[in-house]
C-alpha cells in the first residue's frame, strides 16, 4: 500500500525554495528553522532524494528539487482556487458594493430597488466608502469611487477599472437666495454671494471662475465644508452657491428647490468621473455579473436623461 503524500512537507519545501532560505519560510509558516529543515528531510527520505543542496549560508535546489517545484507550485495554486471558490460560493447570493458615500446616498441606493426586481435570490448588501476595498479579505465585490482623471497611471493598479459616470460640475444655490433679484448675467455677480467650497473636492471654485476668464477670486463671503452632502445642505438652506456635481444634485435642480444661475459647467478631465473597481477574478461570479450589467446600464440611462 503506497503512503499517503506528505502534504506538509511538500508545503514547507515549497517555502524554503520560494525564499531560498529555511530561516526565511520558518517566518512564514510560523515555526523554527530546525522545523522546517526535519520536514524537508523527512519529504527527501520519503522520495529517497536530496531536493537542496545545503551550503553555509544558503540553501540550492538539486536537479530533483527543481523537478518537484514546478508541478508543486501548479497544484497549490490549483488548490488555492479550489479554496477561493469555495469561500465564493459560500457567500454566492450575496452581493457586496462599496459605494462612494455621496453616489451610495444620492444615486445608487435610490436605483436599488430596480436591480432588486431584476432579480431573484441575489441578496444585496451596500457599504459606504470613500476608500477602495479591501478585496483579498473580501470586504466587497467591487467599488465605486471618484477619480479626477485617469489616464494610463490608474490608481488602483492590478485590478478591472471600468467609468461608470462622467462628471459635470455646475453652480447651484436655492432659488430664495436669488428671490426678488433679477437674473445673473455673468460669472462676476457670483462673487457678491456667498460662495459654499467643499475642501474634498479637487475641482474648486477658482477652477470655474478661470474656466470664466476670471483670475483673481474675491468673493464677499465663503462658508467652508469637508463634504460634498453638508455643502449640498447648505446651498437648500440658501447659504449661497455651490459648485457641484450636477449628478449629486440633478434631483433637486428637477423639483425646482435648486437652480443652476449660469449656465457654464466644468466636464471631462478636471471634473472626473466615477469608476467601478474590482479584481478580475469576480467577473466569473454570476452575481457580479448581473450587478455589472444592471449598474452600466443605469449609468448609460442617466447620462443620456
Known amino acids: 500500500m503506497a503512503h499517503p503524500l506528505p502534504l506538509t512537507a511538500l508545503r514547507t519545501f515549497e517555502s524554503a525554495a520560494r525564499h531560498c532560505s529555511f530561516k526565511l519560510a520558518s517566518i512564514e ?7 522546517v529543515s526535519r520536514s524537508v528531510q523527512s519529504l527527501e527520505n520519503y522520495l529517497e532524494t536530496k531536493l537542496f543542496h545545503r551550503r553555509t549560508r544558503a540553501i540550492i535546489l538539486t536537479d ?13 495554486r490549483s488548490i488555492q482556487e479550489g479554496v477561493d471558490l469555495v469561500k465564493a460560493q459560500q457567500h454566492a447570493d450575496i452581493l457586496t458594493v462599496s459605494c462612494a458615500p455621496s453616489l451610495a446616498r444620492v444615486w445608487l441606493m435610490p436605483r436599488l430597488s430596480s436591480f432588486l426586481n431584476q432579480t431573484q ?5 451596500l457599504i459606504s466608502s470613500s476608500t477602495l ?3 483579498e479579505n473580501s470586504e466587497a465585490d467591487l467599488s465605486i469611487l471618484y477619480n479626477q482623471n485617469i489616464g494610463e497611471q490608474t490608481p488602483w493598479p492590478g485590478l478591472m477599472v ?3 459616470l462622467e462628471e459635470r460640475l455646475v453652480p447651484a444655490c436655492s432659488p430664495k437666495l436669488l428671490a426678488g433679484s433679477p437674473p445673473l448675467k455673468n460669472p462676476e455677480e457670483l462673487l457678491l454671494l456667498p460662495l459654499l467650497h467643499t475642501e474634498t473636492k479637487a475641482t474648486t471654485w477658482e477652477v470655474w471662475f478661470k474656466r470664466a476668464g476670471i483670475k483673481k477670486l474675491q468673493p ?25 456635481s450636477e449628478t449629486l444634485i440633478r434631483t433637486h435642480i428637477n423639483d425646482g428647490t435648486l437652480m443652476v444661475p449660469l449656465d457654464l459647467s466644468i466636464s471631462g478631465p478636471e471634473a472626473g468621473g466615477y469608476f467601478l473597481i474590482y479584481p478580475a477574478e469576480k467577473e466569473r461570479l454570476p452575481k457580479f455579473q448581473v450587478f455589472r450589467k444592471w449598474v452600466l446600464a443605469e449609468a448609460t440611462s442617466f447620462m443620456d436623461e
Open 121 to 125: 435570490g441575489v441578496e444585496t448588501r
Open 29 to 35: 509558516l510560523g515555526v523554527t528553522p530546525s522545523a
Open 133 to 135: 476595498a479591501d478585496f
Open 220 to 244: 464677499t463671503k465663503s462658508i467652508r465644508f469637508n463634504r460634498s452632502t453638508l455643502a449640498i445642505e447648505a446651498a437648500l438652506a440658501g447659504l449661497g452657491v455651490v459648485l457641484e
Open 162 to 164: 471600468e467609468p461608470l
Open 64 to 76: 530533483a528539487g527543481k523537478l518537484l517545484l514546478g508541478p508543486l507550485r501548479e497544484g497549490l
